[in-house]
């Protein structure tokens, strides 16, 4: 099946500081989405982009898809930015819906 | 966008006795999901909810051990049955909505420990 690989595994930061996360997929992919998971578990929706660019307030993401990657970027980063970020794709072979998750990146910004 | 409301958000559990988690969608979704997150770990799929028949089960889990019920397009139950401390997890369900292409949405995740 799919593969996905996320980088670093863990960040810490320092507030206000800017940082850039990594996903790789083996393969083609119908969806890619970014969470944020809270310290209370709660995953939430940062962007749904199988490919081209987004932007959402001091963050943005880019997927290029031909080369099957994505990238996160946190601009000016806060405390409240702290926690997992997971990316997950849907495989393009597979279930719809189905997400298969990376292993996270543990972001911690200290004040 | 869609909402999943999920409950309980967490609970302290004895070993050998069941619980049953709750996912309300506040609009009809074509798919639901159920996944695992043990302490420390990414998502892992437990089963796709079926509207209608019987859950698809992914290799390691069984039905006797997560029943899965889904009576309608908007509502969903997971039970973890027969708890161990192994079960100690966050269960996560989500939905697809196919009218915003395939972004899946979560519920707020139920944390379980057991004692």
């Known amino acids: 099946g799919i593969q996905v690989e996320q980088s670093p595994p863990d960040l810490i930061l320092q507030e206000g500081a800017n940082s850039t996360l990594r996903c790789n997929f083996s393969d083609s992919v119908n969806n890619l989405q970014w969470f944020h998971q809270n310290p209370w578990g709660q995953l939430i929706n940062l962007f749904y982009?199988?490919?081209g660019t987004k932007q959402n307030g001091r963050l943005s993401a880019t997927t290029v898809a031909t080369e099957r990657y994505s990238l996160l970027y946190i601009s000016s980063s806060q405390t409240t930015d702290s926690g997992v970020y997971f990316c997950?794709?849907?495989?393009?072979?597979?279930?719809?819906?189905?997400?298969?998750f990376g292993k996270g990146t543990k972001l911690s910004v200290k004040p | 966008s869609a909402v999943i409301s999920q409950k309980p958000s967490r609970d302290i559990c004895q070993r050998g006795t069941s619980l049953t988690i709750q996912c309300q969608v506040d609009?009809?979704?074509?798919?639901m999901f159920w996944y695992r997150q043990q302490p420390g770990q990414s998502l892992t799929l437990i089963a796709t909810a079926n509207q209608g028949s019987e859950a698809t089960y992914e290799s390691g889990f069984v039905i006797d051990k997560f029943p899965i019920s889904r009576p309608n397009l908007t509502f969903s139950t997971l039970t973890v049955s027969n708890m161990s401390p192994e079960d100690s997890s966050i269960y996560l369900c989500s939905g697809w909505l196919p009218d915003r292409g395939t972004e899946a949405f979560f519920g707020q995740g139920t944390r379980l420990t057991v004692v």
């Open positions: 997950a794709v849907e495989d393009y072979g597979g279930s719809q819906g189905n997400l298969i």
């Open positions: 982009i199988p490919s």
């Open positions: 609009s009809q979704v074509t798919m």
